[in-house]
Structures are given as C-alpha cells and as structure tokens.
C-alpha cells in the first residue's frame, strides 16, 4: 500500500478473549475489513505550537484497544495495517494515509485512522477524495484554517479547501470561541462552511448538529470522512491531547457521536487524532480513543445489510 508503511509491535498480549488475539497484522485488504493505520507524526504539532507526544498515540491505541474483548469488533475482521512511523519524511504521512484510504475504499473496507497531528487528516481526504467526490464532517475545538501549506496542526480545513473541498461539504462541530480567531472563523462562514460553536450547558447540540450534517451529506450520495480531533473532549476526560482543553465535550457526548459516525452508511473513513500518551493520565485519553474505536465499530455493524 505505502513502501513506507512498518508493522506495529504495540499490540497487548496475555488477556483471553480479547482484540490482541484476533486482530490480523498486514496482509490483502478485504471487503468489510476495519484496518487500522498509524501515522506517527508530532511534526505539524510541534510547528504550530503544540505539545508533544502524539507520535507515540497509534501505539497507546493499540495497547489500549488490544486489551478490550473482541466483541467490540462485533464480528467484523480487524487488519493493521502498519504504522508511518516517527522517523519517516513528513511527506510520507500524508501519502501514507492517502495510500492506505484509498486502497480501503476501492476493497470496501473501513479505514480507522490513528494521529498523530490533525494535519496528518489532509491525507485521509487526498485519500476519500482520490475514490470520487467527498465531505468532512470535523468534531474539534479548533477551526484548524491557518493560512499555510508547510507542517502544521492547524491547517488540515485550509488545505482541504484548497484543494478542491467545497466550503459547503464541511461541517465543522464541538468548536470553541475561546479558542479561535474570528478572522478564521469569518473565512470559513464566507467558505460557506458549516460551524457549530459549543455554548456552556448547551453541549449535546454537537450531536444533534453532527447527526444533521450526516444526514445532509448522506442525501448528496457523497462518501463521508469523520476526522475527531480528541481536543474537542474536556480535560477532565481526556488529558493526553496535544491542545488541553479545560471544556468541551464530555466522553458520554464524545462516544454518542463516534457511533452515530459509525451507523451512518455514508461514512466512509473515521479518523482520531492528536493522543499524546505521554501527557496522559494513567492511560485515560488512550483507553477513550479505544471506546470511541468500538462505538464507531458498534455503529458500523449496525448498518443495513
């Protein structure tokens, strides 16, 4: 898929019954297939003033998803298919993810992305993009539109954009005004973006605005890609993020949107980013990004046959 790609060693082993022991590592992708990739990048991150770590996020996920029992894979076959790793040419993550996605989408497979720096989503939509005409649906604190196509974290909307995604197939939900310039904001409105902005005590309106922007992007016939930045997630439940957030969404809100991303048909791609384990509190951050893993999972197999 990618030369560049290198198998994972992360995944728990010891537990009976569970992930670790039935998840297939590399091989020919299948129709059905959920397969996870690692892009192992703090580059961007690092750039746009962010705290590291996210490099080491694909190997917490697996070592928190490979301990869960494997009924949360509800049936499904689980490849990995191998990590861009740390020491790779930034280039690469981005082709790496276009790679993989696209040979995902031609099997009728699911990719199930792990960063790693938001930026690193910029590939997964070269990727859905490369396969025919797609939307984003971004669940973030952060609007993510600087003006600039070198390495950064907080570019993946300006470059999409720039790439060809029309404003109007990109919903962005769970974003903050405490944490966004309003020039960025007035460009992305003029984009014809949509923006939902939390409002305190008014939190859950991100799952009714996600479940709108699904059902909308759904009625174009267009393949769906769900990039879930998890600095939309309060500290108190996720701690190990490149950009602490002391509000936001909380994990109960966090899991309902990753599975009504999972049991919509028009999903095409489901992505988690920015899990710096080093910041993280006793495994915490990993062990959510596992759970909104197996709820997307949980909704996927809830699908019409």
Known sequence: ???????????????????????????????????????????GVIANGGRPGAAEGPSAFRAAFGRMPARVLQGKRFLDAGDIPATAPYAAFLEGAEAVVAACVKAGATPLVIGGGHDCAFGVYQGLAKEGPTVVLAVDAHLDVRPTHEPSSGNPFFRMIEAGLPGGDLAQVGLQRFANSAEHETWLR????????????HEAQALEASMGALSAFAAKGRRIQVTFDLDAIRAADAPGVSALAPWGLDASLALRIAQACGACPAVATFDLMELAPALDRDGQTAKLAAFLAAAFIEGLASRPS
């Not at 790609?5 to 728990?12: F, G, Q």
């Not at 014809?192 to 409002?199: P, R």
């Open 1 to 43: 898929m990618h030369p560049g790609l290198v198998p994972s060693t992360a995944w728990a082993t010891g537990r009976e019954g569970c992930v670790a022991e039935v998840v297939h590592i590399g091989g020919a992708i299948r129709e059905g297939d959920v397969v996870l990739l690692g892009l192992c990048n703090e580059v």
């Open 190 to 201: 003029l984009k014809g973006a949509s923006l939902q902005f939390l409002e305190p005590g």
